[in-house]
C-alpha cells in the first residue's frame, strides 16, 4: 500500500484543496493571514498522515506523526469558524466543512489506537 492509498490521506487531501478552492474569493485583505493559515493547516493534514506513514515501522514516530496531523485538522476547524464567523463562508458549506473534518479525524484516531493495522511493529523497542 501507499501513503496516498490510506482513506484518511485520501479524504484530507480532498478537503485541502476543497478549502484551496473556497479561500479564492476571501477578501484581499485576508491572504497573509485567515487564507494563509487555513491553508497551511488543511495541507498539513494530509501531509502529516503520509509523514506518519513512512515512518510505521515505529510505533512511537509513526502516533507522532498522527497526532501532529490531528492537531492541524483541529487547527484547520478552527479557522473554519472564523471564516464562518466573518461571513467569508455560509452556513451550508461551514457544516459540510466540519463534518468532513471530525470525519478525517475519527480516521486519524483509528490509525493512532491500531497502528499494527498500518505495518507498524507493535513490540519494536
Not at 479557522?79 to 470525519?103: G, Q, V
Request: hydrophobic content about 30%.
Amino acid at each position: 500500500m501507499k501513503f496516498y492509498e490510506l482513506l484518511a490521506y485520501q479524504k484530507s487531501f480532498d478537503l485541502g484543496m476543497e478549502i484551496f478552492e473556497m479561500t479564492k474569493s476571501f477578501p484581499k485583505e485576508e491572504i497573509y493571514s485567515l487564507t494563509d493559515q487555513i491553508r497551511r493547516s488543511s495541507r498539513s493534514v494530509s501531509g502529516n498522515v503520509a509523514e506518519a506513514y513512512v515512518k510505521r515501522r515505529y510505533p512511537r514516530h509513526f502516533i507522532s506523526k498522527l497526532t501532529d496531523s490531528d492537531g492541524e485538522n483541529l487547527e484547520t476547524q478552527n479557522w473554519l469558524r472564523y471564516s464562518f464567523a466573518c461571513d467569508y463562508i455560509e452556513e451550508t458549506l461551514f457544516k459540510n466543512l466540519i463534518s468532513r473534518s471530525e470525519e478525517v479525524g475519527k480516521l486519524i484516531h483509528y490509525m493512532i489506537n491500531n497502528p499494527g493495522k498500518f505495518g507498524s511493529k507493535e513490540n519494536y523497542n
